[in-house]
């Protein structure tokens, strides 16, 4: 089939490359050139894993191309995917002028019957904004082709953005009854085919409940995670091990074990943004949602935790202390720093008057770039930029581990000890055990592991 992806960010790109690599025609616009140059000479813009390898199979197959063509990339897809981004107003509420400013391209070019496809995530009624807007571009030119809007929101996560793709545990498609909505959800049926070979992943439903499923799953997994947050925070209180409650309620099929890790808090592109959205959604319709307005403020506390927990051990005023502090991407496997814990911990560390030295696997540039714009240039010249996760021990008095990363779970705790001027780790993450620790001579503070820590 012919595809068009409007937007070449992280969710364009990945199902752009993906519907590709399925075997469609994938015409991907852009309006910043500079990207669009990246891409045509075989750059990537972001790091996702095995993303580079699919475009670059399908571009040297001729099943995806890179423009700034507009009239071009409508011409192109009978299937046209808005996938732009909606980065978060003033009032918390998702700004739509990019999804719109596509759809009102859309209608200025269109000739024959297209399928527009809401892939960014966008509030309840987005897929009625995004008709009118095109509907009334079609009016002004006295033009009359058909079209039908259909939600198809993405679920994908960062660093496993490619295979959760290809292996999807559900496609979600909002679509409306009339004609045009059944030749639309025809034409959906086919594109997403390879899916639903062995068993039927797809739930057909209206644009609404479409729109809205993506928001309830983030906040769903979001809740989950300042619950368990806020219960570590007491775990750390009275003397309990928030890793074997996480165990011991996990084994609860109705529970369930994922996304019940007690941390540094939530960050990323979506969850925080989403849980805003959803909020200042209900509030337009003078309902005050209390769970997410909690999730919220819990998380927008824990991103404080390991901060906190640095100036109880070490005392409010650190001038003259210097930290080592391993991961900064908001996640493993990405470089994505978007509402990163770790920069609220550098953060809170300048402000105590230390310095720090920092080092994370693949988000060293975009470290470079996101402190550059939260620091001022005395505040900058106060962190080191580390050539490796040991190159930020000496001096240090404590290491703190903000990102999992793999690289990090089985490090050579000797020369930790050896490097670091007092063996204390405030490990953000939970990823060592408390009693191997201390055996091992660290004075560990994990996040809700007080059992062992507690003096
Ligand atoms: C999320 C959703 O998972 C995905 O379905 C949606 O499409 C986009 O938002 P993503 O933001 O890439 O994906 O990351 P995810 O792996 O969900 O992690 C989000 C944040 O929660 C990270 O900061 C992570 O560290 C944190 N997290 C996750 C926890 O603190 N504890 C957990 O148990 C799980």
């Not at 988000?363 to 402190?371: G, I, K, N, P, S």
Request: aromatic residues 8%; charged residues 25%.
């Amino acid at each position: 089939m012919k595809i068009t992806i409007i937007g070449t960010g992280y969710v364009g790109l990945v199902t752009g490359a993906c519907l590709a690599e399925l075997g469609n025609d994938v015409f991907c616009l852009d309006v910043d050139q500079k990207k669009i140059d990246l891409l045509n000479n075989g750059g990537i813009p972001i790091h996702e894993p095995g993303l580079e390898e699919v475009v670059a199979r399908n571009r040297a197959a001729g099943r995806i191309q890179f423009s700034t063509d507009v009239a071009a990339s409508v011409a192109h897809g009978e299937v046209q995917f808005i996938a732009v981004g909606t980065p978060p107003d003033e009032d918390g509420s998702a700004d739509l002028q990019y999804v719109l400013a596509a759809a009102r391209n859309i209608g200025k070019h269109m000739t024959g019957f297209k399928v527009i496809v809401d892939k960014s995530t966008v509030p309840v009624g987005t897929g009625d904004r995004v008709k009118a807007a095109l509907q009334e571009e079609l009016t002004k030119r006295g033009a009359d082709a058909g079209f039908s809007v259909v939600s198809n929101p993405e679920f994908l996560k960062e660093g496993a953005a490619v295979e959760d793709f290809m292996r999807p545990d559900r496609i979600v498609i909002g679509h409306d009854s009339t004609a045009e909505g059944q030749q639309a959800a025809a034409l959906m049926k086919k594109l997403y085919a390879p899916f639903n070979r062995n068993h039927e992943r797809t739930f057909w439903m209206d644009v609404r409940s479409a729109e809205f499923t993506k928001y309830a799953a983030n906040a769903m997994l979001a809740t989950r995670i300042s619950f368990m947050n806020e219960l570590a925070n007491l775990a750390d209180r009275v003397g309990v091990d928030i890793e074997a409650v996480r165990h011991g309620i996990g084994s609860d099929p109705r529970i369930g074990h994922s996304f019940l890790y007690a941390g540094a808090g939530y960050g990323g592109s979506c969850f925080p943004k989403d849980v805003q959205a959803l909020e200042r959604t209900a509030r337009q319709y003078e309902q005050d949602l209390l769970i997410l307005r909690a999730v919220e403020a819990v998380n927008d506390k824990q991103k404080l935790v390991l901060g906190r927990k640095v100036v109880q051990r070490f005392g409010a005023d650190l001038a003259g202390k210097h930290f080592a502090i391993w991961g900064l991407a908001f996640k493993p496997n990405t470089d994505d720093m978007r509402e990163a814990p770790a920069r609220m911990l550098v953060r809170q560390l300048l402000d105590a008057g230390a310095t720090v030295a920092v080092y994370d696997p693949v988000a060293m540039a975009e470290a470079q770039r996101v402190l550059a714009l939260d620091l001022n240039a005395e505040e900058l010249a106060r962190v080191r930029f580390a050539a490796s996760a040991m190159d930020t021990l000496d001096g240090a008095e404590a290491l703190v581990i903000v990102t999992e990363w793999k690289a990090f779970r089985a490090p050579d705790f000797d020369k930790i000890k050896a490097s670091l001027k007092q063996a204390v780790i405030f490990d953000g993450r939970n990823l060592f055990e408390p009693d191997v620790m201390s055996q091992a001579g660290f004075e560990y503070h994990g996040i809700g592991r007080s059992i062992l820590t507690r003096s």
